[in-house]
Structures are given as C-alpha cells and as structure tokens.
C-alpha cells in the first residue's frame, strides 16, 4: 500500500491550492481515504474522508465550505481542493487509508487511518 501527497506550498491568505493523492497498492474502491493535517505544535487534524461507498466525502467543520474531496476512480488518486485559505490552514497534510472502505460516523478518529503519505507541506501567509 503507497499514498504519495503532492501540491503543497507557500501561498497568501485568501488563495487556492490543490493537493493530490496517489495511491498504488490496494483495490481503490475497497478503502476510503482521509486527509488528516498536523499544524506545528499541534495534535493531527482530520480534515476530509471519502470513499466509494459515499454519496459525498464528509468535511470536518473547520473546512467546510473550503475545501473540497474528489476522487478519480481511473486515476487512483483523491484530490483536495483549498480555497480561500486562511494562516490556520498552515500544516502538514497527510493522505490516509482506512481500509474498513466507508466514511462513516467515526471518520475523524485518526487511529481509522492505518496506512498513510508522507505529507506535503501547506504554508499560508498573512
């Protein structure tokens, strides 16, 4: 099982970026993926799940209405959409397998996620 995170970076409050999330591995339609976020000093943040078993990925409140989870079935991959980023966002942000294949009620428990990136760095200045 391989997550590979890309499309981190530095960019101003108020902006956009958009992460990727490769996966290899594992059947794709059979684990729901997570984006999880660690800000400096801080404990890991669940940010987004989605799965194919979803109807739409579930957003942690904090994002809402920001940020936004696709996954490409013929890609194998999940992107994340960031907008109107705000220096809160700073963090590192991790993809993530949870490999029960839903994101269900509990989908922001952290310890759900068995396999995981390594994390692709988000900066957002004020």
């Known amino acids: 099982v391989q997550l590979v995170e890309s499309g981190g970076g530095l960019v101003q409050a108020g902006g956009s970026l958009r992460l990727s999330c490769a996966t290899s591995g594992f059947a794709f339609d059979d684990y729901a993926i997570g984006w999880i976020r660690q800000a400096p000093g801080k404990e890991r943040e669940w940010v987004s799940c989605s799965s194919s078993r979803n109807v739409k990925p579930l957003d942690a409140a904090s994002v809402m209405g920001r940020f936004t989870t696709h996954r490409d079935r013929a890609k194998n991959t999940v992107s994340l959409q960031m907008n109107n980023l705000k220096p809160e966002d700073t963090a590192v942000y991790y993809c993530?397998?949870?490999?029960?294949?839903?994101?269900?009620?509990?989908?922001?428990?952290?310890?759900?996620?068995?396999?995981w990136g390594q994390g692709t760095q988000v900066t957002v200045s004020s």
């Open positions: 993530a397998a949870d490999t029960r294949g839903s994101c269900g009620a509990y989908a922001w428990r952290i310890t759900n996620y068995k396999f």
